[in-house]
């Protein structure tokens, strides 16, 4: 009979989030009791969790109500919810930890009075971000803290958090975990990482180019797994074309083991990956300021690059890329070697016959 007279009213958004946060604080003292986990309690906060999604969302064809998402926002950040519902994540089933990753993840970009309050937010709590980048190391968890982390470094102060830390070293071993589905995870978000904010990005690869495209190179270009290197070959393309970029790509363009690197990627059997390398490979021949120990290795490789080129098409017809192909052959052609190339051992052939 307790709920014979329940009123069947709407609660208020802020009411949902209070109850939520209580819910959240309640099964995270108890797991640190050491008890069972409570099944009605839990329960509970599926529904509300579920219901949060609901009023942010919309439900069915119904646009979100403005109002509402801004007075859930605003209690949401207000008292830690977000640290609760990451702490309480693996206690949570399956669907309400999407449910929960979906919430996180839009309440990133949901404005109260022309302010993403959630900016201010993180910034004053960045150890989150350590949590959710490491959860790229549970297997259960790990796709639902990349979508988490992927909204929070849409914020200029999460990624910069990242960038200036360790954790960005981190994704190059994330990017080759077994699992397929983690690993293209962390791809997606490492792309993220290094292309939404194009300033803070320059800064980052000015100081720190060195060890970045050494691991860069390494453990992604020259990975065994096709998917890892189809991945890094574009989104190197992105970094280097990037004008924000300018300096570091000519620093890029004038390393003769970087030029080795992509010499070998062309050689690569599938199509996609060739055509990704061609377009970098083209800056190195098209700086007009190579050191004399790139021009040596043009020369030494002329003639099978000219062959090489001759039989390399696109599988559309694509007059950008077949003028461009011509630019470099003639580039490539009127180069002049230094007087000893012949008797310098660190200049020799680098590409071998391969076919087309």
Avoid at 101 to 117: D, F, G, H, K, M
Avoid at 124 to 134: G, K, P, Y
Wanted: charged fraction near 25%; include cysteine.
């Amino acid at each position: 009979m307790k709920n014979l007279f329940k009123s069947n009213k709407p609660r208020a958004p802020p009411d949902i989030v209070r109850e939520t946060r209580d819910l959240l604080q309640y099964l995270n003292s108890r797991a640190q009791d050491g008890n069972h986990k409570p099944s009605e309690k839990l329960e509970q906060l599926d529904g509300d969790i579920r219901e949060l999604k609901c009023i942010l969302y919309g439900i069915n064809e119904s646009a979100p109500l403005v109002d509402s998402c801004a007075q859930i926002t605003q209690e949401f950040f207000k008292h830690d919810t977000m640290r609760l519902l990451i702490l309480c994540l693996p206690k949570l089933n399956l669907e309400a930890r999407k449910d929960a990753t979906q919430v996180v993840a839009n309440l990133q970009r949901q404005p109260v009075n022309s302010r993403l309050i959630a900016s201010d937010y993180l910034e004053s709590n960045l150890d989150l971000i350590d949590q959710l980048v490491i959860g790229y190391e549970d297997p259960d968890l790990a796709l639902h803290f990349g979508g988490m982390l992927r909204e929070c470094i849409r914020h200029q102060v999460a990624a910069n958090y990242v960038l200036k830390s360790k954790l960005v070293k981190k994704f190059f071993d994330y990017i080759q975990l077994p699992n397929f589905d983690v690993a293209s995870d962390a791809a997606i978000t490492f792309k993220e990482l290094m292309t939404r904010h194009k300033s803070i990005v320059a800064g980052f690869l000015v100081e720190n180019q060195d060890w970045f495209f050494a691991e860069f190179n390494s453990k992604l270009l020259e990975s065994s797994n096709y998917i890892t290197r189809r991945h890094a070959m574009k989104l190197l393309g992105e970094i280097l074309l990037d004008r924000s970029n300018a300096s570091v790509m000519m620093n890029y363009v004038s390393s003769r083991h970087n030029m080795k690197v992509l010499m070998n990627l062309l050689r690569e059997s599938h199509k996609s990956i060739q055509i990704a390398a061609f377009h970098v490979f083209k800056l190195f021949v098209a700086n007009q300021n190579k050191p004399q120990d790139i021009i040596n290795i043009l020369c030494a490789n002329r003639s099978k690059l000219v062959w090489f080129f001759d039989g390399f098409h696109t599988d559309r017809e694509d007059e950008n890329f077949q003028a461009d192909k011509a630019q470099v052959v003639k580039e490539i052609l009127e180069l002049e070697p230094s007087a000893n190339l012949s008797s310098c051992s660190s200049s020799g052939e680098l590409f071998k016959a391969m076919s087309t």
